[in-house]
């Protein structure tokens, strides 16, 4: 590909995240291919730790106030800056018309700054790609309009269900074009697309650059559960947020045999943390669950290595927040662990009933009791299970056919074209 691009800005709502490597993967890979970014950054990163994806990805972040007050300088120039800009009349009449629908101290945040990105932005960059369809996208949107340039988005989760419809609609209608990483996402943003062009959102996956993952174990021991020495180890990776649905995990393991043998490892942090130590007290079940925090990439593999068995009953969140198709779900894939979880949004586009792992219903601790106990005490099952979800991840979910996706869209836009969609696939970049 062309060395003689022109530089890209990616805007996110905070970097580095240990819990965004998909960001992380595919910035390292399109730069890779010979693109080159700025990372623009809405608030400073709050992570201990640093991911080795990260740290290998050449473009330097740079932070926007993160509130107005912090930068009065960088704001008022911004502001200064805006006065001299073609499209000051059209932002401002867009920034009133959203105030109005929105009347927030968020929403004036978003301006400021979207004010110190415009003044700041080098002036090779041309295309702007925001990540999330809420907030950040607001700062790119109105970066773009004053500037001149122009933008495109990845929408994952969260942002797609909890936005409000007008939103989406106009900031989609101001894009170039758009991708997400399920086909509910797909469907749900191409019926707030412009008429003429439902396919401007596009359904690109994740996937997962195997080469970052070390081939699964060889062998795991057959443990049923069934005596001390037999202990099955599950495993659980994923924030402490409603819409993981540890707080049924914890009602569910309540429910197995009290002669069955397991132990559970969560790994993440989270707002619910002390809220789920103190449920999993209630239920008399703190002696077999061990909470690790947020850990780096390395160690999360080697939970996932020493585990038998992977679980998260994926469930609908506070104000309709669900997750996507969850990242760890692949990564825990990877490592030939069966699956468990729910018949919930992006997750049975991975997941496939006694194929790669078993499904149940979202906010159903029975149900869950009871597929877990399958799990346990049959070995056979869940190596027959870890070896489709491996067959599944390496097969079917091309890490490098959505980079090229992306990397196409990314020179069309630059090259002031949109690209043909090969016949019967349009947006697709990969075919589970």
């Known amino acids: 590909m062309s060395s003689t691009r022109s530089p890209i800005a990616i805007i996110v709502k905070g970097y580095p995240r240990l819990s965004e490597t998909f960001i992380a993967q595919e910035i390292l890979a399109l730069e890779r ?32 106030p993160e509130y107005l007050h ?17 499209g000051l009349i059209k932002l401002a009449g ?37 990540h999330f369809l809420h907030t950040p996208a607001s700062v790119a949107r109105y970066a773009a309009i004053l500037t001149g340039r122009t933008f495109s988005f990845s929408a994952h989760a969260k942002d797609i269900w909890t936005t409000s ?68 180890e599950i495993v659980s990776v994923g924030r402490a947020v409603a819409k993981k649905g540890f707080d049924d995990l914890l009602a569910a393991l309540a429910l197995l045999p009290r002669d069955l043998h397991w132990r559970l490892t969560h790994i993440g942090g989270g707002e619910l943390i002390k809220a789920l130590r103190a449920q999993a007290d209630s239920l008399g079940l703190a002696e077999r669950i061990s909470w690790r925090g947020a850990l780096a990439q390395a160690e999360v593999i080697e939970a996932l290595r020493a585990a038998d068995l992977f679980v998260l009953p994926c469930k609908e969140g506070a104000s309709g927040d669900r997750d996507g198709l969850p990242n ?62 491996y067959r599944r991840v390496s097969e079917a979910f091309s890490f490098e056919a959505g980079i090229a996706t992306l990397a196409a869209r990314f020179d069309a836009v630059m090259a002031g074209q949109q690209p043909a969609a090969a016949p019967g696939r349009q947006w697709q970049g990969q075919r589970p």
């Open 328 to 389: 760890v779900i692949m990564e825990a894939a990877t490592q030939a662990l069966p699956i468990l979880s729910t018949r919930f949004a992006g997750v049975p586009e991975f997941v496939r009933e006694d194929q790669e792992g078993l499904l149940v219903p979202p906010g159903d601790p029975p149900a869950l009791a009871e597929a877990l106990r399958r799990l346990v005490i049959d070995p056979a099952l869940r190596l027959r299970l870890g070896a489709g979800a």
């Open 33 to 64: 291919a010979g693109f080159a970014f700025e990372i623009w950054s809405l608030r400073q990163p709050t992570d201990a730790a640093v991911h080795l994806l990260n740290r290998q990805i050449k473009a330097r972040p740079v932070y926007l």
């Open 165 to 232: 419809d007008w939103e989406k609609r106009e900031k989609i209608a101001d894009s170039e074009w758009g991708v997400t990483c399920t086909r509910g996402g797909v469907e749900a943003l191409r019926r707030l697309a412009p008429a003429d062009d439902p396919e401007r959102v596009g359904l690109v996956y994740h996937g997962l650059d195997l080469s970052r993952f070390p081939a699964p174990p060889a062998n795991r021991t057959p443990r049923d559960g069934s005596e001390a020495s037999a202990t099955v």
């Open 94 to 130: 867009l920034f009133v018309r959203d105030l109005i629908r929105d009347f927030s101290l968020s929403r004036g945040r978003r301006l400021g700054q979207a004010l110190v990105m415009a003044r700041e932005l080098d002036p090779a960059i041309r295309h702007l790609h925001v």
């Open 70 to 86: 912090q930068a009065p300088r960088r704001v008022l120039a911004g502001a200064f800056s805006a006065l001299t800009r073609p």
